[in-house]
């Protein structure tokens, strides 16, 4: 029996990377396990509710739909028996993912408020695993929050002039100012930061016009995805 995944592959950095900058600069627990697996397969149900939803292979994607939920509501409700505030940033959620759902009975799912609505959902998830190890949000975890939404958003842009909007010029404008001013930005938090940014602005500009596969691109992107991650938990753990 073939998996039903999600076929948006850079939304994996998305899943992964707020999740475990939080649960690693805030306080790794054991809670964060459970945490993880329920949220892992929450994400993968969401792709075939919304082919169904769409009415592509309904019962097919209705089936991967349980599939994934069932088990992922038995491990977030492990989570909420020792930590039931996670249950407030589930609902927190609730207004973005109907906004997916918006745009996916649309069948426009590429446009920016949806890519920004899910980016949204992705930095909640990176608050409830702070909270789950600290047992609060301070400026630590809003920081964390702020960097994550700033980074893939950059990323949404830049992946968008180079697929779908490649010869819109207004739009890569956008993207080199937004670039230039969220490397700006990281001086008047910390200077160090603009390692973590740096790398997204070289690409943004060095790589637009150039002939890239599917595959490149997203090979490019794990690559500064790992030095962003990897950057801000050296910057917060110094």
């Known amino acids: 029996m073939k998996l039903v995944l999600p076929k948006q592959h850079g939304a994996w950095a998305m899943l992964l990377i707020p999740f475990l900058l939080s649960a690693f600069i805030g306080n790794a627990s054991i809670l964060h396990i459970p945490l993880f697996l329920g949220w892992l397969l929450l994400y993968l149900s969401t792709y075939p509710l919304l082919m169904a939803i769409k009415k592509k292979k309904p019962s097919l994607h209705w089936k991967w739909f349980f599939y994934y939920a069932f088990p ?8 909420l028996y020792y930590h039931f505030p996670l249950f407030y ?7 973005f993912f109907l906004i997916n759902i918006y ?20 930095c909640i998830a990176g ?12 400026r630590t975890a809003w920081l964390l929050f702020m960097f994550n939404f ?11 002039t180079m697929i779908r909007e490649k010869n819109n010029r207004k739009y890569l404008f956008i993207s080199w100012g937004y ?10 938090i910390n200077p160090l930061l603009i390692i973590a940014f740096i790398p997204s602005l070289f690409r ?13 691109l997203g090979i490019y992107e794990i690559i500064n ?6 950057t801000i938990l050296l910057v917060f753990l110094k």
């Open 89 to 95: 940033f589930g609902v927190s959620l609730i207004p």
């Open 204 to 216: 943004a500009f060095y790589f637009y016009g150039k002939s890239l596969s599917i595959m490149k």
């Open 179 to 188: 670039h230039i001013i969220a490397v700006v930005g990281m001086l008047f």
């Open 225 to 230: 995805s790992a030095l962003f991650f990897f």
């Open 72 to 79: 992922a509501l038995l491990f977030l409700i492990i989570v």
């Open 103 to 122: 745009f996916a009975r649309q069948k426009n799912e590429r446009a920016l408020l949806n890519d920004i609505s899910a980016i949204i959902v992705f």
């Open 127 to 138: 608050l409830a695993s702070y909270h789950v190890g600290v047992e609060s949000i301070d």
């Open 150 to 160: 700033l980074f893939f958003v950059g990323s949404t842009f830049y992946v968008k």
